[in-house]
């Protein structure tokens, strides 16, 4: 399993959310919720993915009635541009190797994948915000998605806004959504091949030319401040 | 690369033979496409309407042709170009786009801004708002004949916007709001300046309000024409005025935690039942006066003190999620921000309010009556560049 960041900042406890919280996991019955975090006034669960329908149905009988998106995450590293750019670190080989030590929080498994908040089995994520006008409470939900075929049931028939979201992480990752009864094109041409929001589809502009962009960013001069502050 | 005629060819017939496999002809029926191009979409947002006589069968919005990829593109960026790049999603009140995204950063971060960036921050988030809204109300009257109510609009706008372009230097694009501040302070004098435009807005919305409301064409028009029942609309997402004209008493304003100062003022959200095109236009005319006073308010508690808080010049920010999202002129506007201590976000996703309010439209288009497609969109009130993204 790849590694979770440590993002514990003395959680206080909060009572509106980790009623939402209890609630789903019985209606999701044993095994159904796989991680959860409350934090900065957020809840986040992760849920096992062929209980993905079932999590909608059973949000929505928790008061859950306003559906603000969902969309994908690939969760490969960029294989562009320079990954130690986008790791933020700046320094060059012949500086000494001072490496930044606040960097990426934990060592990159085999696979180089670093999952994030309530952590995550696979490559792919699908993720889902609702909220609810009554108890005034959001919750993202996650579930994992099968690298080579990933696929999830549609949330259409609870929340027709969803829709358009699965149109669009459709096409942008690849993801199947099973009972979405329109599943074609949103936003991009029918004829376009490739998941464009995938890490592994290169950013063409930026291959031929890497500006503007994160390799723009040079280090500062020693002496002259850096991560000092202004 | 240049594209050849062949392939030029190749497009065009493709095009077409989705608008055929899509939207079969049936016996009796008319296809009607309105758009790309068409002045009630304001910009180039595509119906494909099927009419049986004069009412819709079934509609369709064909989107995309303004998609720019901003959710990749924040992928090479680093947090700070980012801003720069959002200001473009709705582009009649940029400066709203900003704070989110950067109130999202914040959270990860755990730096807070200063109350006096807090309060110009606010001031200008209201202040796009007014921008944004006033062209609305005068817009919606030019959909449905009359022509008046849009010059004002253009006239009252640009006091607006000459204030936000003194202070940060951008009409459309502001560019202004910073992690843990502002770019600078008000210029000299903008206060008494500001207060002077208020009292204009307000005057134009009453002006509005005479000319239009209560205007028989116009309630005829708008009255019980696409309605939206609250529980359809937030299953759809639909935000902001949208929800609020069907009853809805929510605003994330006051009801979500946020560091801006919409708590401190003495404000009301504005609700109204019906749910038609007429609460959605009377209910966003409201908010822009209730706008106009919470800036009068601000102006009155500006506090003293530093606009921006202590930061690294190399800003990184550390791993973690955040979900930032605000009450922007259109609805919920929201940055998903996932970072892993880089300099730029993993992955940002956007969720932007005329996505999500135009996404209604196949349903409440059914069965309704081909100018009431103009009605019901232009109450709707989207922004290409929002849709897109």
């Known amino acids: 399993m790849a590694a979770t960041p440590d993002l514990s900042t003395a959680p206080a406890f909060d009572e509106a959310r980790q009623a939402v919280l209890d609630g789903l996991t019985a209606a999701l019955g044993a095994g159904g919720v796989l991680g959860s975090e409350i934090r900065n006034r957020d809840l986040w669960v992760r849920v096992r993915t062929d209980a993905w329908h079932r999590t909608a149905v059973a949000c929505r009988d928790l008061g859950f009635d306003y559906f603000c998106y969902i969309a994908g995450i690939d969760w490969m590293p960029h294989t562009w541009p320079n990954p130690k750019v986008v790791a933020g670190d700046t320094t060059s080989a012949d500086e000494g190797g001072a490496a930044e030590t606040d960097g990426a929080a934990e060592e990159p498994t085999s696979t180089g994948i670093v999952t994030g908040v309530t952590g995550g089995d696979t490559r792919f994520q699908v993720l889902a915000r609702l909220y609810s006008i009554g108890r005034k409470v959001g919750v993202t939900l996650k579930a994992d998605l099968d690298a ?19 149109r669009e992480t459709w096409e942008m990752y690849g993801f199947s959504f099973d009972g979405h009864p329109n599943l074609i094109k949103l936003y991009l041409p029918a004829e376009f091949e490739g998941f464009p929001l995938r890490k592994d589809f290169p950013l063409l502009s930026r291959e031929v030319k890497p500006w503007p962009g994160l390799v723009d960013v040079e280090p500062f001069p020693p002496g002259t401040g850096g991560d000092e502050g202004e | 690369m240049a594209v050849t005629e062949q392939q030029q060819r190749a497009y065009i017939a493709s095009q077409a033979a989705d608008a055929r496999v899509n939207f079969e002809l049936q ?3 008319m296809t009607l496409n309105l758009g790309p191009q068409h002045p009630a979409t304001h910009g180039t947002l595509r119906v494909v309407a099927r009419l049986d006589g004069e009412q819709v069968v079934s509609a369709d919005v064909v989107c995309g042709y303004m998609h720019r990829g901003y959710e990749k593109l924040t992928e ?12 473009r999603i709705d582009w009649l009140s940029s400066f709203a786009n900003e704070v989110p995204f950067i109130l999202a950063a914040e959270t990860l971060m755990e730096v807070e801004a200063p109350p006096r960036a807090q309060y110009i921050r606010t001031i200008l988030f209201e202040m796009s708002r007014i921008a944004n809204i006033t062209l609305f109300i005068g817009e919606m009257g030019v959909q449905l004949g009359a022509i008046t109510p849009v010059f004002f609009a253009f006239r009252d706008r640009e006091y607006v916007l000459n204030l936000i372009e003194s202070a940060t230097g951008g009409r459309f694009h502001p560019n202004y709001d910073r992690i843990g501040g502002l770019k600078d302070d008000l210029p000299r004098g903008w206060i ?8 204009k807005i307000r005057g134009y919305c009453d002006q509005l309000e005479d000319l239009l409301m209560g205007n028989e064409i116009f309630e005829t028009r708008t009255r019980g024409v696409g309605v939206i029942p609250a529980e359809v609309g937030l299953s759809y997402g639909l935000s902001g005025a949208n929800i609020r004209a069907s009853g809805v008493d929510w605003d994330l304003r006051r009801d979500s935690p946020s560091p801006l100062v919409w708590k401190d003022l003495d404000w009301k959200v504005w609700t109204h039942p019906d749910g038609d095109s007429f609460a959605r236009y009377w209910v966003r005319l409201q908010e822009t006066r209730e706008a106009t006073k919470m800036v009068d308010q601000m102006l009155d508690g500006l506090p003293a003190g530093p606009i921006q808080a202590k930061v690294p010049r ?15 002129p259109l609805g919920e506007m929201g940055y998903y921000v996932v970072s892993q201590g880089g300099l730029g976000p993993f992955r940002c996703k956007i969720r932007s309010a005329s996505f999500h309010n135009i996404s209604i439209t196949p349903w409440i288009l059914r069965g309704v009556y081909v100018p ?8 709707l009130y989207f922004i290409l560049g929002d849709i897109d993204r």
Do not use: F
């Open chain 2, 372 to 379: 009431d497609i103009i009605t019901i969109l232009s109450s």
């Open chain 2, 314 to 328: 190399i800003i990184k920010v550390p791993a973690g999620e955040a979900w930032a999202s605000t009450e922007n």
């Open chain 2, 76 to 87: 090479v960026r680093t947090y700070p170009q980012i801003t720069t790049l959002i200001n």
């Open chain 2, 27 to 29: 016996t009796g029926d």
């Open chain 2, 192 to 199: 008494a300046e500001c207060r002077d435009v208020m009292h």
């Open chain 1, 148 to 166: 080579d075929e990933p696929r999830i049931a549609s949330w259409s028939d609870v929340y027709p806004g969803a829709d358009w979201c699965e």
